[in-house]
């Protein structure tokens, strides 16, 4: 039988490549760790895991179809563990950065129930941060 240790990486599929770097390294804090331009490939590190960007246009990002819109979407939403959080000192950050998110509400997760925040990336994949 498998154990599952926790997620790896995750993989989206973006429009404006720019943008989602802006929006992943500039606000959530994720650094870019490497990059394959020739496959058009950005992984940037978020803690133990990583979040890959593959443009539309790119030779990955192209081989999947249409791109995300208001009529589908790549994931539902990824949660992503904020070390230190509080739900106000989140909120003043996303505020500073002009980001829309939805009230804190308490939710389960893989750490059990605790409070979270729903957000959108530029291409309107959800994000959930918590502690």
């Known amino acids: 039988m498998l154990s599952i240790a926790g997620i790896d990486h995750v993989v989206l599929r973006v429009r404006d490549l720019d943008a989602a770097i802006a929006f992943y390294a500039g606000v959530l804090g994720c650094a870019i760790e490497k990059r394959n331009d020739a496959v058009g490939l950005i992984h940037l590190r978020a803690g133990t895991s990583l979040i890959d960007l593959v443009p539309l246009d790119g030779k990955l990002g192209s081989a999947g179809g249409a791109g995300p819109g208001a009529e589908g ?3 539902d939403h990824i949660c992503l563990r904020v070390e230190r959080y509080v739900a106000s000192d989140v909120m003043k950050h996303l505020d500073a950065h002009g980001i829309v998110y939805e009230a804190p509400a308490s939710r389960y997760g893989a750490g059990g129930v ?5 957000l959108r990336d530029p291409d309107g994949n959800g994000l959930e941060l918590r502690g």
């Open 114 to 118: 605790d409070m979270s925040i729903y």
């Open 73 to 75: 979407r790549n994931v």
